[in-house]
């Protein structure tokens, strides 16, 4: 309660916001109460959907490029400064997840199994990208097609995640691999 007031008292000292919000909803994207967009994020639709929880905040610089598709973020989540996230095949974010500096989210990948004619010719593939709920993804991190992140998991710094995780996991790298469990757990 106390803290929906002050994230209410404080959006209310934003006009800028106040503005934006309205030019959003009028562009149809769904922004929950105590939500915040900054002035210099881009959020569009481009023929899609997109919804925005409940008290989560997009940063100076991100970007929801829905490109056809449904970008769905959960309540109490935080998008920092240059993360791009696209829709393409439906970007699906759950509630308390937060997403570091210039982590890029893609749902989509271009097809390329003829040689004989150009990659921009041949569509896309599109599975979608499914983001659980308590998951802080590091600075720098690339989500790509088809990947479902559970529960609880932590992303680090300049990951590509390419494979599903597990709940709970620490993963690394590029390719990202499970490190250990939250918890002090070890991987096998
Ligand atoms: C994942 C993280 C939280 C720390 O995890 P940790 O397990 O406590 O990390 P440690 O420092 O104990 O390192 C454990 C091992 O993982 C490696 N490691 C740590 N971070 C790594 C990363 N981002 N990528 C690859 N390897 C990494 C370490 O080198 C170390 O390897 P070693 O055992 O061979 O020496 C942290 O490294 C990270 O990536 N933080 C993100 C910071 C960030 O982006 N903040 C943005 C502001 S919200």
């Known amino acids: 309660m106390k803290r929906t007031l002050s994230i209410a008292i404080r959006n209310a000292l934003r006009p800028r916001w106040i503005v934006k919000r309205v030019w959003l909803r009028l562009q149809g994207v769904r922004i929950g109460?105590?939500?915040?967009?900054?002035?210099g994020a881009r959020i569009e639709r481009q023929g899609g959907a997109i919804?925005?929880?409940?008290r989560s905040t997009i940063h100076e610089g991100a970007r929801l490029?829905?490109?056809g598709g449904t970008i769905t973020i959960g309540c109490d989540c935080s998008v920092n400064p240059g993360c791009i996230l696209y829709g393409h095949g439906g970007l699906q974010i759950g509630d308390d997840v937060r997403i570091a500096a210039y982590s890029v989210f893609v749902p989509a990948n271009h097809r390329f199994d003829d040689p004989a004619r150009p990659i921009r010719e041949q569509g896309e593939s599109c599975l979608g990208?499914?983001?659980g709920n308590d998951v802080w993804f590091g600075a720098h991190v690339t989500i790509l097609d088809g990947v479902v992140i559970a529960d609880g998991c932590v992303i680090a710094?300049?990951?590509v995640v390419t494979r599903s995780t597990d709940p709970l996991g620490i993963y690394m790298g590029n390719p990202a691999r499970l490190a250990r469990y939250r918890g002090g757990r070890r991987s096998e």
């Open 51 to 54: 919804s925005i929880g409940a």
């Open 129 to 131: 990208i499914r983001v």
């Open 65 to 67: 490029l829905a490109a």
């Open 157 to 159: 710094a300049g990951s």
């Open 33 to 39: 109460s105590g939500a915040w967009v900054a002035p």
